[in-house]
């Protein structure tokens, strides 16, 4: 079984920052890819930023150049530092994880239970 943690959301207003944390742990043997998605009342789920085992990331257009990804492998761990917030950022943010677990025979995808970032302009 695996289990993917997310901590860290809260409220900010307009121009602060703030530091999104996200662990994986259990039954697991390889990690693929870890990265953030968000949903906003009303709208579908949107990729926000995505790395690989490689260090290869990718970014949504909206928050190139104000957020930045990154991971600790040896702890299954990945952060979004989110700097000069916005107030269109205010969504549930979900942490998933594309990995194969001990027992399983492919890449799978798993999802925390989301934390809330609320920007106040």
């Known amino acids: 079984q695996v289990h993917v943690v997310e901590s860290g959301g809260g409220l900010v207003q307009a121009g602060g920052s703030l530091r999104l944390s996200c662990a994986a742990s259990g039954s697991i043997f390889s990690i693929n890819r870890m990265g953030w998605y968000r949903q906003a009342p009303g709208k579908q789920r949107e990729l926000v930023a995505s790395?690989?085992?490689?260090?290869?990331?990718n970014y949504a257009d909206s928050v190139r150049g104000r957020f930045t990804i990154s991971r600790e492998n040896a702890k299954n761990t990945v952060y979004l530092q989110m700097n000069n917030l916005k107030p269109e950022d205010t969504a549930v943010y979900y942490c998933n994880t594309n990995l194969v677990s001990f027992g399983g025979q492919r890449l799978a995808d798993y999802w925390g239970q989301g934390t809330q970032v609320t920007v106040s302009s």
């Open positions: 790395m690989t085992s490689g260090s290869s990331t």
